[in-house]
């Protein structure tokens, strides 16, 4: 049974430029979270998808946007690229839309690099 | 910003010894999770304790949840090296989304 994937696993970008990032969740679940991670710090919410929809955000400008596909994968788009946007983002999955009751599952991040 | 708060930030033990770490938080949770994240990697999920659960176990782990007090505690008994990580907790309050605290980083010295 194949885990929460991210892809890619390591990413450098520069000021300015867009980056998308790739999330499968576990099998059997259909609810992606995307966090974002600085370093020391712990993660932060970014927003869920949920049956191709954005459920919840978090407090993240519009440059961070997402998309989930019939197949519940998800992508999480970050324009114009700020030194302050690298981080380790963490993508995680539920197998219900329940209240927020449910257990997370997280993939192992993509690290990205911004200069 | 942060919901929670763990303390201490780091704390090193010796191999065999237990470590307990704490999680205190701001507002009423529907539940409470703890996870555990090895060198800036992916998080693991540890326990999920219900806000009307006092403990929960979980193997050598065992975590205790005081609603009152806004507060839980995470206890590894008999530490092993494999431990060493940063443990965070992590509460939801009936939303969808997870609120992480700034976690604890344990060393379990051989």
């Known amino acids: 049974d194949a885990g929460v994937t991210q892809s890619p696993t390591h990413l450098i970008k520069t000021r300015g430029q867009q980056v998308t990032l790739r999330c499968s969740p576990k099998s059997g679940h259909d609810t992606v979270s995307w966090y974002q991670q600085a370093l020391g710090q712990g993660p932060q919410f970014i927003f869920q998808?949920?049956?191709?929809?954005?459920?919840q955000r978090g407090n993240f400008p519009d440059r961070f946007s997402g998309h989930q596909f019939p197949n519940y994968s998800s992508e999480l788009n970050v324009n114009a690229l700020l030194l302050g946007d690298s981080a380790l983002y963490l993508c995680?999955?539920?197998?219900?839309?329940?209240?927020?009751?449910?257990?997370?599952?997280f993939g192992p991040g993509t690290r990205l690099t911004v200069l | 910003s942060q919901q929670g708060e763990e303390d201490p930030q780091a704390l090193s033990i010796q191999e065999g010894e237990n470590a307990t770490m704490n999680c205190s938080y701001k507002?009423?949770?529907?539940?409470l999770q703890w996870y555990r994240q090895n060198s800036g990697r992916g998080l693991v999920h540890l326990i999920l304790i219900r806000s009307n659960e006092r403990e929960k176990h979980s193997g050598r782990l065992r975590v205790t949840l005081d609603t009152s007090k806004k507060s839980s505690s995470l206890l590894i008994t008999a530490s092993r090296a494999a431990d060493t990580a940063s443990y965070f907790c992590?509460?939801?309050?009936?939303?969808?989304?997870?609120?992480f605290g700034t976690g604890t980083r344990l060393k379990v010295l051989a």
């Open positions: 992590a509460t939801n309050s009936g939303t969808y989304k997870y609120i």
């Open positions: 998808y949920y049956e191709e929809e954005e459920r």
């Open positions: 507002t009423s949770i529907n539940n």
């Open positions: 995680a999955s539920s197998p219900m839309a329940g209240g927020g009751a449910d257990t997370q599952y």
